[in-house]
């Protein structure tokens, strides 16, 4: 079965085909980091009008890369949510206006659940599974019983740990997304010099709380008076030592929990998804930590694309069939745990 996979939920723009949920034949993605790079972070109606620009643009280079015509596609899987309202209103009408015109089946999938399915594409992985998202609006451990089914068991209080990494890292003078030139930053650094705490969850065991942790960095990087954008009160050789310290305390959370948990219910393997499973520092934390086999994304996988949505489409047509076109809404909120 051919799936044509099409994601616009923050700022990248993608096309794929998928064959059987598995086989990638393109991944077409066009980011918009430049766009919104000079306003240190995504603004929301410039995304919207470069995802309306550059989808045509896009699936063009999907149907032509993958050597397919879009009457031989089976199946338009489209991100439906969460995700910013207007750029979800894009992708999900491009992909309703494809499928009624061509007479294709629709799905609509939840994008945060497809983020681990990008982890199962390759490989055959052993169920139940402990799934880690860790993306830049979500931090979550959920049970995978199959390819499609999820069970959430724990999340964010607050922050997700990309956003907590995009938002020290401005404080560190990084350009944003700053997420993967804080772990550059911290490569030179001392994980140990500063010790920070990580935020209490309460009664919820396998919660997380970074604000806190932000708060802290905040105070460490610019004084207790300082703003994000205020001058430092820590050296240039201080603020390596600053972001290793960061990464060594909210990694060690999350290896930490993710390993309780898969414990507590029984899990044969962890699949982590979500764009911080890039980073080099957290692999190893959580390998190191925990026994079980650990399936992560390939590299292109990782971040927000068109393939993972197809994929993810797949499972969901083959357990609940299709979505009605004519009903189907962009769900901007809509949360982990939905069935
Ligand atoms: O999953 P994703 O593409 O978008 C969402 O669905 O939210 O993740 C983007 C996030 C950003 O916050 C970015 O800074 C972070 O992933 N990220 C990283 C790394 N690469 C991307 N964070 C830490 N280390 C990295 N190497
Ligand atoms: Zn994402």
Redesign the pocket.
Same mark, same amino acid.
């Given at each position: 079965m051919l799936v044509l996979g099409i994601e616009s939920? *923050?700022d #990248?723009t993608g096309c794929a085909i998928v064959e059987d949920g598995r086989k990638i034949l393109s991944n077409i993605v066009s980011s918009q980091t430049e766009l919104h790079e000079v306003y240190g972070g995504v603004v929301p109606e410039l995304a919207s009008r470069r995802h309306i620009e550059i989808f045509p643009t896009i699936l063009k280079q999907a149907l032509a890369e993958a050597d397919v015509t879009l009457k031989q596609i089976d199946l338009i899987a489209v991100a439906k949510g969460p995700g910013l309202i207007g750029a979800l209103l894009v992708g999900l009408n491009f992909a309703k206006g494809l499928a009624l015109s061509q007479g294709i089946p629709f799905v609509g999938v939840n994008?945060v659940k497809a983020?681990l399915t990008a982890a199962m594409m390759e490989k055959e992985v052993p169920f139940p599974a402990l799934g880690l998202i860790v993306?830049? $609006?979500?931090t979550a451990l959920v049970v995978v019983k199959s390819e499609g089914e999820f069970e959430l068991i724990g999340q964010t209080q607050n922050d997700?740990i &990309? #956003?907590t990494? !995009?938002k020290v890292a401005t404080m560190l003078g990084l350009k944003y %997304? &700053? &997420? %993967?030139k804080? #772990?550059l930053l911290a490569k030179g650094g001392n994980p140990l010099r500063f010790p920070l705490k990580i935020g209490r969850t309460g009664d919820r065991p396998y919660d997380f709380s970074f604000s806190g942790l932000k708060t802290a960095m905040l105070y460490l990087i610019k004084g207790q008076n300082g703003s994000s954008h205020g001058p430092d009160v820590i050296s240039e050789e201080e603020k390596k030592d600053a972001a290793a310290s960061f990464q060594h305390v909210a990694f060690t959370d999350i290896a930490n929990k993710a390993t309780l948990a898969a414990k507590e219910f029984g899990c044969k393997s962890i699949i982590v998804g &979500? $764009?911080?499973s890039?980073?080099l520092t957290l692999r190893i934390y959580l390998e190191e930590k925990c026994q079980l086999p650990i399936f992560w994304p390939q590299d292109e996988l *990782?971040? !927000?694309n068109g393939a993972m949505i197809a994929s993810h489409g797949y499972f969901e047509y083959k357990r609940k069939g299709t979505s009605d076109p004519f009903d189907l809404e962009a769900l901007p909120r809509i949360p982990i745990g939905e069935k």
């Amino acid at each position: 079965m051919l799936v044509l996979g099409i994601e616009s939920t *923050c700022d #990248e723009t993608g096309c794929a085909i998928v064959e059987d949920g598995r086989k990638i034949l393109s991944n077409i993605v066009s980011s918009q980091t430049e766009l919104h790079e000079v306003y240190g972070g995504v603004v929301p109606e410039l995304a919207s009008r470069r995802h309306i620009e550059i989808f045509p643009t896009i699936l063009k280079q999907a149907l032509a890369e993958a050597d397919v015509t879009l009457k031989q596609i089976d199946l338009i899987a489209v991100a439906k949510g969460p995700g910013l309202i207007g750029a979800l209103l894009v992708g999900l009408n491009f992909a309703k206006g494809l499928a009624l015109s061509q007479g294709i089946p629709f799905v609509g999938v939840n994008h945060v659940k497809a983020h681990l399915t990008a982890a199962m594409m390759e490989k055959e992985v052993p169920f139940p599974a402990l799934g880690l998202i860790v993306s830049g $609006g979500h931090t979550a451990l959920v049970v995978v019983k199959s390819e499609g089914e999820f069970e959430l068991i724990g999340q964010t209080q607050n922050d997700a740990i &990309g #956003e907590t990494f !995009d938002k020290v890292a401005t404080m560190l003078g990084l350009k944003y %997304p &700053g &997420g %993967p030139k804080l #772990e550059l930053l911290a490569k030179g650094g001392n994980p140990l010099r500063f010790p920070l705490k990580i935020g209490r969850t309460g009664d919820r065991p396998y919660d997380f709380s970074f604000s806190g942790l932000k708060t802290a960095m905040l105070y460490l990087i610019k004084g207790q008076n300082g703003s994000s954008h205020g001058p430092d009160v820590i050296s240039e050789e201080e603020k390596k030592d600053a972001a290793a310290s960061f990464q060594h305390v909210a990694f060690t959370d999350i290896a930490n929990k993710a390993t309780l948990a898969a414990k507590e219910f029984g899990c044969k393997s962890i699949i982590v998804g &979500g $764009g911080v499973s890039r980073n080099l520092t957290l692999r190893i934390y959580l390998e190191e930590k925990c026994q079980l086999p650990i399936f992560w994304p390939q590299d292109e996988l *990782c971040l !927000d694309n068109g393939a993972m949505i197809a994929s993810h489409g797949y499972f969901e047509y083959k357990r609940k069939g299709t979505s009605d076109p004519f009903d189907l809404e962009a769900l901007p909120r809509i949360p982990i745990g939905e069935k």
